[in-house]
């Protein structure tokens, strides 16, 4: 991919950077609704915002099983999947990670 908001990000970018991108590429996903994306599809579903509320579970569930497992590698992935699935979340509810950040950082 070439263009950054589509997910590739450039040597000289901080690591963290990617949660920015892949956020960009969410409200684009949002905006555009492009045909096959399965981002587009949560935004668009029959079940409304249920869908994505769904998947939270169910990545939550795989990722709670990986961990019980001591699957590290199993865990990561899942909680890639539940951290995407988030983001589509805030989307929808038109939050942002900025929101997200600036709720850890009061935390902190
Ligand atoms: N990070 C993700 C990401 N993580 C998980 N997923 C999708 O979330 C779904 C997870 O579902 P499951 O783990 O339950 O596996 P499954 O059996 O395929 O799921 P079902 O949908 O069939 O229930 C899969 O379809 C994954 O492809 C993601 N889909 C997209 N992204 C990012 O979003 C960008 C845009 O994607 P599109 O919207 O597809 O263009 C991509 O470039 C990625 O960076």
């Not at 769904?54 to 961990?67: D, F, P, R, Y």
């Not at 590698?73 to 929101?99: C, G, R």
């Amino acid at each position: 991919m070439s263009d950054p908001a589509e997910g590739e990000s450039s040597a000289d970018e901080p690591p963290e950077a990617v949660l920015d991108e892949l956020f960009a590429t969410i409200e684009s996903r949002k905006e555009e609704l492009p045909e096959g994306s399965y981002t587009a599809s949560l935004f668009t579903h029959e079940k409304g915002e249920n869908a994505v509320l769904e998947k939270v579970g169910e990545e939550t569930t795989e990722a709670i099983l990986a961990a019980k497992d001591d699957d590290r590698e199993e865990l990561t992935a899942e909680s890639a999947d539940l951290v995407y699935h988030l983001l589509v979340l805030f989307a929808m509810k038109d939050l942002d990670v900025d929101d997200l950040r600036a709720e850890l950082r009061e935390r902190f």
